[in-house]
Nanobody
Framework: QVQLVESGGGLVQAGGSLTLSCVASGRISRVAAMAWYRQAPGKQREEVARVFYNGRIRHGDFVRGRFTIDRDKDKNTLTLQINNMTPEDTAVYYC????????WGQGTQVTVSA
């Protein structure tokens, strides 16, 4: 089994920045990819950014440079930095890991006030 624990969510004003962290533990020897997803109220869950096993990064279509994903293999952590935030970034952000089975964290709430 794999456990993913997110942290760093909270309330931030529009224009501000936030860094989310995810710590992975358990059977994480064959990680195919790690990613951040988000789900806003009333909307489907969408992928924000993904880091593949070879280091390649893929961003969601909406990202446009405001999101930076980073994986530290030694510390088994995945971070997401979000800059110039808008109220549309309000969502629950989830950490995801594939080994290759799918594992999800519990999510961390991010709220951006206007």
């Amino acid at each position: 089994q794999v456990q993913l624990v997110e942290s760093g969510g909270g309330l931030v004003q529009a224009g501000g920045s936030l860094t989310l962290s995810c710590v992975a533990s358990g059977r994480i020897s064959r990680v195919a990819a790690m990613a951040w997803y988000r789900q806003a109220p009333g909307k489907q869950r969408e992928e924000v950014a993904r880091v593949f096993y070879n280091g390649r990064i893929r961003h969601g279509d909406f990202v446009r440079g405001r999101f930076t994903i980073d994986r530290d293999k030694d510390k088994n952590t995945l971070t997401l930095q979000i800059n110039n935030m808008t109220p549309e970034d309000t969502a629950v952000y989830y950490c995801y890991l594939a080994n290759p089975a799918d594992f999800w964290g519990q999510g961390t709430q991010v709220t951006v006030s206007a």
